[in-house]
């Protein structure tokens, strides 16, 4: 299952990197005489109320709802995992500091906070990564401290204290190695969410902004004919579909494959 997800998410990446080789059309080219056609040889999924090739849409919207999504991700993973490192690590009025700062940032709902921060920071997708990692931080501090807590304490740590050994070499050497399987499945488990996240600010228009090709901006341009070209929803909403299961599934995989190792 984990090779599977593994290679339809890459598959998924080489299309969107390979775009204008892939892609058979223009993805912005409007033909207004061409809207709503059938597939086709020369529009394999047909066209939108644009006329726009829509199979050349969804190649091209793989950049923006993946690369943005790992963008996220990367951010957070490094706020999170250093603030957890640190607290987990120190502890004391360190640990104190950076805890309650997670409960209070914990203590909203996502989505209210992120649509909040968005509203404060303005439209556009640099401030949908902002407000993403700016909520999402906390989570990763939360359950990375939680990891370094418990490999503090293992035997090798312990002695390298012993032996002098400096804390930066224990953190590099010893604890960071010991909590990067874990933050990789916490990261490929949370991908489906961020995906779903950048989607779903697209499709209220506070993410990617129109004519520029998006999942979720496709899905908002495709809600206004849903009644009469309903197929218009079919291959942004099936596509969001199947790379969250993906990186769901994925991260089970691992979960499940890390758990066993740890036995």
């Not at 390979?18 to 056609?37: G, Q």
């Not at 303005?122 to 990375?144: C, D, F, Q, S, T």
């Not at 604890?175 to 489906?192: K, M, N, R, T």
């Amino acid at each position: 299952m984990a090779v599977a997800c593994l290679g339809i998410i890459g598959a998924t990446l080489l299309l969107g990197i390979f775009a204008p080789l892939v892609a058979p059309n223009d993805p912005l080219e409007a033909n207004i005489m061409a809207k709503f056609r059938g597939m086709s040889w020369d529009y394999p999924l047909g066209t939108d109320q644009q006329g726009r090739c829509v199979l050349s849409r969804l190649i091209y919207g793989v950049r923006p709802t993946i690369l943005l999504s790992l963008l996220t991700m990367g951010g957070t993973i490094a706020l999170g995992g250093f603030l957890g490192v640190v607290s987990g690590y120190f502890r004391g009025a360190v640990d104190e500091i950076i805890m309650r700062a997670c409960d209070v940032m914990l203590s909203f709902p996502s989505q209210v906070m992120i649509l909040a921060v968005v509203g404060m920071l303005g439209v556009g997708i640099e401030n949908v990564i902002i407000a993403n990692i700016l909520i999402k931080w906390a989570w990763y501090a939360r359950m990375i401290r939680g990891s370094v807590l418990q490999h503090s304490e293992k035997g090798f740590v312990i002695f390298s204290r012993t032996t002098g050994a400096g804390t930066g070499f224990i953190l590099w050497r010893h604890i960071v190695p010991s909590v990067l399987p874990e933050i990789i499945v916490l990261a490929s488990l949370d991908a489906g969410w961020v995906i779903i996240n950048i989607s779903t600010l697209s499709f209220l228009g506070l993410g990617v902004q129109a004519p520029a090709p998006e999942w979720g901006a496709m899905l908002n341009e495709a809600r206004h004919v849903m009644v009469s070209y309903p197929q218009q929803m079919l291959a942004p909403g099936l596509a969001v579909l199947t790379l969250v299961a993906c990186f769901n599934l994925l991260g089970d995989s691992l979960r499940g494959a890390l758990e066993v190792r740890g036995r």
